[in-house]
C-alpha cells in the first residue's frame, strides 16, 4: 500500500533549523509529486513547498523562500525540508502529501503522511 511516512519534526528555537523527512512507499516515486504543507491553529492548510520528481519542478511559498529547501533522494524514495532560520511563525503541524503533479490544492492530494508538529519558540 501507498505509505508516506513522516519524521522530523520538534521544538527549537527561532533562528535554528530542522529537517523533515518523508518516505515513501508503495508507488513508483519518480512519477509523482510530494508537496508539504503546514496548518497551524485557526489557520487554513497551507502548501509551504513541493518538488515533482516527474517536471523536475519545486515550489516554495513566499514566506519560507530563501529559508527552505526542499529535495528528493530517489535512490532512498525520500523527500526532505530542510528548514533554516525558523521563525514563530512556522510553528505548525507539518504534513506531506502525494500528487501528480505539484498543485496548490490540498484536496488534489491522494495520500498523507501522519503529520508532524514544529514548535519554534522566540
Known amino acids: 500500500e501507498v505509505r508516506l511516512v513522516q519524521s522530523g519534526g520538534g521544538l527549537v528555537q527561532a533562528g535554528g533549523s530542522l529537517r523533515l523527512s518523508c518516505a515513501a512507499s508503495?508507488?513508483?516515486?519518480?512519477?509523482?509529486?510530494i508537496g508539504w504543507f503546514r496548518q497551524a491553529p485557526g489557520k487554513e492548510r497551507e502548501l509551504v513547498s513541493c518538488?515533482?520528481?516527474?517536471?523536475?519542478?519545486?515550489y516554495y511559498e513566499d514566506s519560507v523562500k530563501g529559508r527552505f529547501t526542499i529535495s528528493s533522494d530517489n535512490a532512498k524514495t525520500t523527500v526532505y525540508l530542510q528548514m533554516n532560520a525558523l521563525k514563530p511563525e512556522d510553528t505548525a503541524v507539518y504534513f506531506c502529501?502525494?500528487?501528480?503533479?505539484?498543485?496548490?490544492?490540498?484536496?488534489?492530494?491522494?495520500?498523507w503522511g501522519q503529520g508532524t508538529h514544529v514548535i519554534v519558540s522566540s
Open positions: 518538488i515533482s520528481s516527474s517536471d523536475g519542478s519545486t
Open positions: 508503495g508507488f513508483t516515486f519518480d512519477d509523482y509529486a
Open positions: 502529501a502525494r500528487n501528480s503533479l505539484c498543485t496548490m490544492v490540498f484536496t488534489e492530494y491522494d495520500y
